[in-house]
């Protein structure tokens, strides 16, 4: 019987073998059992949002970002053989030209800019950013290594901004716009990019300094990119990323001396699901929702 | 022990230990036949027997099994035996598993062995069970286990028989269980007896200490609480146990916390307690009657709370009786429990708009009735058993977006505020029938009825004996469960919601084992191993829609949204222990198992799907006093839905970017492999007529972090540069490296 056989065994056998199966446990727990989730891949990326010089005055130039999605540590720019844009109106097409992004040792983590630059005056070589108009639509072409990528873009209306007051609720109000569903709205204090669907915003009570609330019309192609992170591309195809366009309007408005977060808020009422996520917080202010 | 005795009439007889002390607990038993019995509080037992020749065993945890061959005359006159066992200092001393108590395909988990294992803080049952084969504890920092693939929803707990809802403290990091009070743990996995139905993976009953003749007493001190146990025998047959613990490791944190200015609202350590109560009488005339009392409390700790808030507290309430009756060739045992598990949280909020204030009660409140009567009755070579039972629930979950985000923390709507109800009535029998000296045959059938509905579970064991200690298992059950949780929960969870289903989860289980398990002398050492194989087929199963939406096909259960989906389990596994009669001791187990999902036509891996599960326990005693122990747990990782591709998000200015992560197929990969090792020593002495224990523990002894979860963008950071990265980019991590020390005096 195994039981007799073994018997002579003592406490220093034993302890051997059971240092041994530790021993064994060690040099097992130092191993990593699972591959490196590294994947590199060579599908495309198209980033660009097309807005009119008035949207954004202080940035005069356009830019897109044309990338291999490469590995998911590393960004890998990529270079298109046609990177066309043209007005559907007339065919007219725009000046878009590469510009090489500084290069940097082993890659970036983060793009750094855009590596295609539409310049703000128009040129022999083609339209300009200031041909840009909002209720026009583009077409996009980019062809890189063989991949075809198009896409289609309408710049929406401005939104009209108007301030209203029942004296004791200030806000400033817009009006719906076709291909909008949401917006994007800034001002002291509230520089989220958390798209909403109201069309208003509740202004302090107390109006003391005067600061300027900025309001951007999303196009339904960059707004659900914008908010939705299962969405991997919008307004284009055959690539990930998204070809959308945006309209702003900013209005100087009144506002409390002392803004602090979240003190530019929408109104409540569950007007919608972005909205009602947002209009309660905790007393002790510990832990945004 | 006598070799002869006589037939038909009633066999009696006591069991000793080699010091004349009686062993109560004991199973006596006809080794190849149906009759059997248990010694009393005074070690004594009675029985039945037949006319020729035949093996009696007797069998008790702590001591070696005897086995001897009685001869019974043809007339008929009673007879006493005396049994002596010999103390199996091995099993006691450094096992993890010892045998079984002579019920197949059963493991059990003594109190004993668990004061061994390297504890987390105290000893915990719940934790060195994860050691057993087939017993997977996915997520260690939360003290619930898988079953042989199941979720960890889909087993029983019962204490005395009596089923309990959440037995968990600290956030379920640790049992609601103070183990001086328990004598042993039974796992039945891959096969129910027709009397337990409602759980698909199996049960893990709970047996609480059984006082001898003597009173026993029990003070424990370490770095989380204090406890202290007494089991006093009193005059007229009466026993009664009692056993306290309250922790005051949360209010040393809280109150160092207060005093260093320290701000936050959050849970600091959450503080628990626990009381059990068992009051027993035993009569001559074979009745039995017992009543259980017991209550776990969890409250957190916060800094600023307002003066109208509630801080998180949770617990549960259980109040059982057990009767029963033994008469020499059938016996009855009816139970009835209620229970009550409890979470409630009161907050006061802000709405901004408005400036004003609103308070918000959470609240779980969940009450279960449950009652049967069994009756058995032995004949010759047929043990027949039926009995009838009910099960009547009413849950009430009130909850909103942060209670369900912060303390439940599993895939349970957002907000909630219903009430729900449940009566389940249900019938079984089922008989063994020993079919020559090798055969055994158990077959019966458990039938439930739920809203005008029948569903009926049968069973299937059959037994095969080679030769002594060589023994084959053969199951095949069909199970059904009637509730469901909103999928796994996340570490710091509290007691989770359990919905009510109409239809109920399906399993068919399979199950082939083999056991090697030699008896041997207090002289000698000893190897034992066992095998199995195994296939679970999941006609039902509940996958709980994130959120509670409802869609096509989804069944609403108490406002929570279940797909119905199947799944399927297979797996083998091998034990194999060895222990030498100076007290070392050595176990290892692996376990092979896949756990698998069908989720839109494809076979996905559970969230708790390990591949391989390697766990090695072993105590040696380097003295009289000293001595050492060691526990490690190897497994594959948890499947994970890996990265595929990155892209972006652009900024409006175009010239800033947000990642945003396109995953591959879900599930498709897997963390990396979890390896924890936990040393512990103790040491023992005796002074003032009282056995003392002093221990120290490490757990995760190697510092190894074992990641929970990703966090992708810190993982390929770091996948690119590693020196700025110790935890190879895990999200939510394992048990880190911790010490501990305890103290404990029992006389």
């Known amino acids: 019987m195994v039981g007799v056989r073994l018997s002579r065994l003592r406490v220093s056998q034993g302890a051997t073998l059971a240092l041994g199966i530790l021993s064994a446990f060690t040099l097992l727990s130092s191993c990593d059992a699972a591959k490196t989730l590294n994947p590199r891949t060579e599908e495309p990326i198209l980033l660009l949002v097309l807005s009119d010089s008035a949207s954004n005055p202080l940035q005069p130039q356009l830019t897109a970002l044309l990338a291999n999605s490469g590995r998911p540590s590393r960004l890998e720019y990529r270079l298109a053989q046609t990177f066309r844009m043209t007005r559907e109106r007339d065919g007219a097409e725009f000046a878009w030209r590469t510009s090489p992004p ?52 309408r710049i929406p209306m401005n939104p009209t901004l108007k301030l209203e007051s029942d004296g004791v609720v200030h806000r400033v109000v817009w009006q719906r716009i076709p291909g909008v569903e949401r917006f994007l709205v800034f001002g002291p204090g509230l520089d989220a990019f958390v798209p909403i669907t109201d069309t208003f915003v509740v202004l302090p009570r107390q109006p003391g300094t005067t600061s300027t609330v900025l309001v951007f019309a999303l196009d339904s ?69 | 022990m006598p070799r002869t005795a006589s037939a038909q009439a009633e066999l009696t007889g006591r069991v000793t230990d080699s010091q004349g002390a009686p062993i109560p607990g004991a199973a006596v038993a006809e080794c190849e036949g149906s009759i059997r019995t248990y010694t009393v509080r005074n070690g004594t037992f009675r ?56 019920e197949p395909m059963t493991s059990t988990l003594t109190t004993a062995t668990v004061r061994q294992a390297p504890p987390l803080g105290e000893a915990d049952i719940f934790r060195t069970m994860s050691l057993l084969p087939e017993v997977l504890q996915a997520n260690d920092i939360s003290g619930r286990v898988h079953l042989a693939g199941g979720a960890s929803d889909e087993h029983a707990i019962t204490l005395d028989g009596h089923p309990l809802q959440s037995p968990f403290h600290a956030a379920n990091l640790i049992g609601a269980f103070n183990v001086a009070a328990l004598d042993r743990a039974e ?41 202290a146990t007494i089991a006093q025998p009193l005059p007229g047959e009466v026993d009664v146990l009692v056993s306290g613990r309250t922790s005051y490791i949360d209010k040393v944190l809280a109150s160092y916390l207060r005093q260093s200015g320290a701000q936050g609202d959050d849970l600091i350590f959450p503080g628990f307690s626990d009381l059990l109560v068992r009051a027993g009488r035993q009569w001559r005339s074979g009745w039995h009657a017992e009543a259980l009392g ?209 239809r109920p989860r399906v399993a068919d289980v399979a199950a082939l084992s083999v056991d090697w398990h030699p008896s041997a002398a207090a002289s000698q050492s000893q ?11 999941y006609r039902d199963r509940t996958l709980a829609v994130s959120g509670g939406t409802y869609g096509t096909g989804m069944d609403s259960a108490g406002g929570a949204g279940f797909l119905r989906i199947p799944g399927r389990t297979f797996g083998a596994q091998l034990t194999a222990s060895f222990a030498t009669p100076t007290g070392a001791a050595v176990q290892l187990s692996y376990t092979g198992q896949r756990a698998s999902e069908k989720i839109n036509d494809t076979h996905l891996p559970t969230a708790w799907d390990s591949p391989h599960q390697l766990s090695a326990f072993t105590s040696l005693p380097l003295s009289s006093a000293w001595r050492v122990t060691a526990a490690a747990q190897m497994r594959s990782g948890t499947a994970v839905t ?41 040491y023992e002495w005796s002074a003032r007529g009282a056995d003392w224990t002093f221990s120290m523990q490490i757990v995760n002894a190697l510092a190894r972090v074992n990641g929970l979860e990703y966090d992708w963008r810190q993982y390929f950071a770091c996948v690119d540069r590693p020196e700025f990265c110790s935890a190879g980019g895990a999200e939510r991590r394992s048990l880190p490296l911790l010490p501990s020390l305890g103290v404990s005096v029992r006389w």
């Not at chain 2, 009450?367 to 009910?390: A, H, K, M, P």
């Not at chain 2, 190897?527 to 087929?537: M, N, Q, T």
């Not at chain 2, 197929?665 to 492999?673: D, T």
């Open chain 2, 187 to 227: 796992l039945r996995v891959h096969h129910l007896p027709a009397d337990r139905d409602g759980h698909l993976s199996g049960d893990i009953r709970l047996e609480t200490l059984r006082p001898g003749l003597k009173p026993s007493r029990e003070l424990v001190l370490t770095l989380l609480s204090a406890s």
């Open chain 2, 527 to 537: 190897l034992r191993a066992s095998a199995a194989v195994y296939a679970r087929a």
């Open chain 1, 221 to 289: 192609s960059y707004g659900q990119y914008l908010r939705d992170s299962t969405v991997f591309s919008a307004g284009l195809q055959g690539a990930y990323g998204v070809f959308g366009a945006v309209s702003a309007s900013s209005i100087d408005v009144a506002a409390a001396g002392k803004m602090s977060a979240g003190a530019l808020q929408t109104l409540p009422a569950g007007r919608s699901p972005e909205v009602t996520s947002s209009n309660r917080t905790r007393t002790t202010g510990a832990r945004p929702e």
């Open chain 2, 642 to 682: 890996p990265v595929a591709v990155r892209t972006f998000v652009p900024l409006l200015d175009n010239n800033r970017y947000l990642t945003r992560f396109v995953y591959g197929g879900p599930r498709s990969a897997r963390l990396p492999g979890y390896a924890r090792v936990d040393l512990g020593a103790q």
């Open chain 2, 47 to 102: 029985m039945q027997l037949r006319p020729g020749v035949f093996y009696l065993c007797v069998r008790r945890i702590g001591f070696l099994a005897r086995r001897d061959t009685i001869r019974v005359g043809a007339r008929a006159y009673s007879d006493t035996l005396h049994v002596v066992l010999e103390a199996a200092a091995n099993e006691l001393r450094g096992l993890v598993v010892t045998s079984d108590r002579g």
């Open chain 2, 294 to 502: 017991y209550v776990t409390r969890d409250a957190a700790s916060a800094l600023n709370v307002q003066s109208d808030e509630q801080p998180a507290r949770w617990g549960e309430q259980l109040a059982g009786v057990n009767l029963r009756y033994r008469a020499p060739s059938w016996s009855m045992h009816a139970l009835l429990s209620t229970s009550r598990a409890r979470a409630e949280r009161r907050e006061l909020f802000r709405a901004l708009a408005e400036d004003s204030a609103e308070l918000e009660d959470s609240r779980i409140v969940q009450d279960w009735t449950t009652g049967s009567l069994t009756l058995e009755r032995r004949l010759n070579r047929l043990q027949l058993r039926s009995g009838i039972g009910f099960r009547v629930r009413e849950h009430a979950h009130r909850w909103g977006e942060l209670f369900a985000d912060q303390l439940l923390r599993s895939a349970v709507p957002p907000a909630l505020d219903t009430v729900t109800r449940q009566t389940i009535a249900n019938a079984f029998a089922d008989g063994v029938w020993r079919v020559g000296e090798r055969w055994a045959v158990s077959g019966g059938a458990h039938v439930s009825r739920i809203a005008s509905s029948w569903y009926t579970a049968p069973r299937l064991q059959l037994t095969y004996t080679w030769a002594r200690p060589l023994a084959m298992h053969l199951a095949f059950d069909r199970r059904h469960q009637f509730d469901a949780i909103a999928g796994e929960p996340l570490e710091g969870s509290v007691t989770q919601p359990v919905f009510l289903l109409t």
């Open chain 1, 102 to 153: 500084p290069p940097r040792p082993g890659g970036a983590f983060f793009p750094s800019t855009g590596n295609y630059v539409l310049d703000e005056r128009s040129s022999a070589a083609g339209l300009g950013r200031e041909a840009l108009r909002v209720g026009e639509t583009y077409a996009l072409e980019v062809v890189s290594e063989g991949r075809r990528i198009i896409g289609s873009a």
